[in-house]
């Protein structure tokens, strides 16, 4: 099954190829003009370009070729060499009645299936999430579901930041408070009591300042971050009760959210592998010493940029910089577990394509680590795609705060969503037939519609400005507005099934009706795009031009009143059919639906 537009595409290409001309001049677009025309082709004035000649004369050639397709009712040239395309409404109504047989809804799955892994999320141990765990949460998820829905095998890894600094930071911080966490850290003794999530989130935030300032601390807190990774007992203990009380706290944040891992490994699990790691890596030669550190250059000859030194002069260095395998302290750093990673993920799963959907501003990170990979062969060229994104900005432009100037707790924000919701709710007199709890699922839901759709109706490279108000509105180009669409659909859908009317074979003509059966054939193409480019917006538009052509569709054409039984049999298909088509793509989108409100 294809859908129309690349049918028609193929048609056109044939057509360009015909007249000895590239049958990639045949690509179709959806006509920006759609009171004249559903389809249009721009190559005419591509071709003529190309080979210096007239591109109506070349359009005309191939309108000639084209003029017997039985799915086209009008054919013509429009402006200097535009072929425009209109469909027969029997075309459209064979498309729409294949989409509405196909659980599917009209998309096929990709030629050749691949191991995908997606590392999203990235939550720290300790670390309260903030905004940008949050971007990378509901970007990642989104993928993972494109990505499995297209048949691709994914397996989604929430790479837990356990094994860094911050936790030789904890493990000092919580010995200088309490002498029965010290006897654990220092003598693996006693049993570890009180030391739960509101202390952890009390301690960390304390001894990161206080490291900022006082060198001693610091050098603990380093110290101890190379004992706990040389396995001190107690050390470990401690480690891995901060690791649990974390992971137990950040799994309820997600579900909360609808994200879901396979994998939830961290940077720990790496640790094994970094041994092999650093043998690998003295085998081929790339490991060099540095001022008692061990590095990896990754710069190719002639990258260069130009630094300042402290004392004000500049110098010429090579960029990237080398990444840091061993610190001088004989510790692992945040690349040298993100490399380990890699080879550790090469021998479990394989995977033909990772990505890694992480703030954009680690970019030069994903640089270093992806160029030693490649040199010590645990990855080939393209396999490893960083996936940056922008910032989720407050009004002043710059990334979110709360009003005390601290990181918005991901807790807190969804916590402000769902109060919005529940009044937005109220205002627009929805859900007050619910029972209390329905009532708050619904709520529950109307919040993440907001929070995921204003996130993923941005190309994920920009940044934008968070507006509560605007995001949880049920007008405009909002999820909780997508929400409403899809509940409209199905309180139409279960009125017409207890006046006991059933959905029967899709005829489309009027207007309305074709416009939606087009956009339900975009939908193939929104799927292909977002794969292609790593981006569920696209997704995110056609979620919203579907809602809009039903809205259409619905104030032009009758349905439970319709003239005929068989117009009506023909409607309540198309309406459940944008439906399943809606679900869909909102469940891609990584936001579910409730059934009334
Ligand atoms: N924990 C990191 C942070 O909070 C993000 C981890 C991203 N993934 C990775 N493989 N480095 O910044």
Same mark, same amino acid.
């Given at each position: 099954m294809s859908d129309l537009k690349g049918l028609l595409g193929e048609a056109v290409g044939a057509a360009f190829a015909a007249e000895g001309l590239s049958a990639d001049y045949g690509r179709v677009t959806v006509s920006d003009r759609p009171d004249l025309a559903d389809f249009q082709s721009n190559g005419a004035l591509a071709a003529a370009k190309a080979a210096g000649r007239n591109p109506r004369e070349i359009a005309a050639g191939v309108v000639e070729r084209l003029k017997d397709d039985p799915r086209l009712a009008a054919l013509e040239i429009a402006g200097p060499g535009f072929i425009n395309m209109r469909l027969t409404g029997a075309a459209l109504t064979e498309r729409a009645a294949e989409i509405a047989a196909d659980r599917r809804s009209g998309a096929p799955t990709v030629a050749e299936q691949r191991r995908v892994l997606i590392d999203y999320a990235g939550p720290n141990v300790a670390k309260p999430m903030h905004v940008g765990?949050?971007?990378?949460?509901?970007?990642?998820?989104?993928?993972?579901?494109?990505?499995?829905?297209?048949?691709?095998?994914?397996?989604?890894?929430?790479?837990?930041?356990?094994?860094?600094?911050?936790?030789?930071?904890?493990?000092?911080?919580?010995?200088?408070?309490?002498?029965?966490?010290a006897r654990v850290a220092e003598a693996d003794e006693g049993e570890i009591e009180g030391l739960g999530l509101e202390v952890l989130d009390r301690l960390y935030p304390m001894a990161a300042a206080r490291a900022k300032e006082d060198k001693d601390y610091r050098d603990r807190a380093r110290r101890a971050t190379m004992e706990l990774q040389s396995g001190k007992a107690g050390y470990l203990r401690l480690w891995r009760h901060f690791v649990e009380v974390s992971r137990t706290a950040l799994k309820r944040e997600f579900k909360a959210l609808d994200v879901e891992f396979d994998l939830w490994k961290g940077e720990s699990d790496a640790d094994p592998l970094i041994a092999q790691m650093v043998e690998d890596l003295k085998t081929k030669g790339l490991l060099e010493l540095?001022?008692?550190?061990?590095?990896?250059?990754?710069?190719? #000859? !002639?990258?260069?940029?130009?630094?300042?030194? =402290?004392?004000? /002069?500049?110098?010429?260095?090579?960029?990237?910089?080398?990444?840091?395998?061993?610190?001088? #302290? !004989?510790?692992?750093?945040?690349?040298?577990? =993100?490399?380990? /990673?890699?080879?550790?993920?090469?021998?479990?799963?394989?995977?033909?394509?990772?990505?890694?959907?992480v703030d954009q501003r680690q970019a030069d990170h994903f640089e270093q680590v992806f160029r030693a990979s490649y040199l010590v062969g645990y990855a080939e060229q393209g396999q490893l795609e960083h996936l940056g994104f922008g910032t989720m900005n407050g009004p002043d432009g710059k990334p979110f705060k709360t009003r005390e100037g601290g990181v918005l707790k991901l807790h807190d924000l969804i916590e402000m969503a769902r109060e919005k919701a529940r009044q937005r709710l109220h205002e627009a007199g929805l859900g007050a037939e619910l029972s209390p709890e329905d009532f708050e699922a619904t709520a529950h839901k109307v919040a993440v519609a907001a929070i995921k759709f204003a996130d993923l109706q941005n190309f994920r490279g920009t940044s934008y400005i968070f507006d509560l108000d605007r995001f949880t509105s049920f007008e405009g180009k909002t999820g909780p507005y997508l929400l409403y669409q899809s509940v409209r659909i199905k309180s139409l859908l279960r009125k017409a099934e207890a006046e006991g009317h059933a959905a029967g074979p899709v005829v489309v003509e009027e207007p309305a009706e074709r416009e939606l059966a087009l956009t339900l054939d975009a939908f193939d193409a929104a799927l292909s795009e977002a794969y292609a480019k790593r981006a569920p917006n696209f997704l995110a538009e056609h979620a919203y031009r579907l809602a809009q052509s039903f809205s259409k569709f619905y104030a032009a054409c009758p349905v439970l009143i319709a003239p005929t039984p068989e117009l009506r049999a023909s409607r309540l298909n198309l309406a459940q059919t944008t439906l399943r088509q809606m679900d869909t793509v909102l469940a891609l989108l990584g936001i579910a639906t409730p059934e009334r409100m």
């Open positions: 765990h949050l971007r990378s949460s509901i970007i990642g998820e989104s993928l993972k579901r494109l990505f499995r829905f297209l048949g691709d095998e994914v397996l989604g890894d929430a790479h837990f930041g356990d094994w860094g600094f911050q936790m030789g930071l904890l493990i000092v911080a919580a010995s200088d408070e309490n002498p029965g966490w540095d001022q008692g550190a061990q590095i990896v250059r990754v710069a190719r #000859e !002639g990258e260069t940029k130009k630094k300042k030194l =402290d004392d004000g /002069t500049v110098v010429v260095v090579p960029t990237p910089d080398p990444l840091l395998v061993i610190s001088s #302290e !004989g510790s692992a750093m945040y690349g040298t577990t =993100d490399l380990a /990673t890699i080879l550790d993920r090469r021998q479990s799963f394989d995977p033909h394509l990772v990505l890694y959907v």
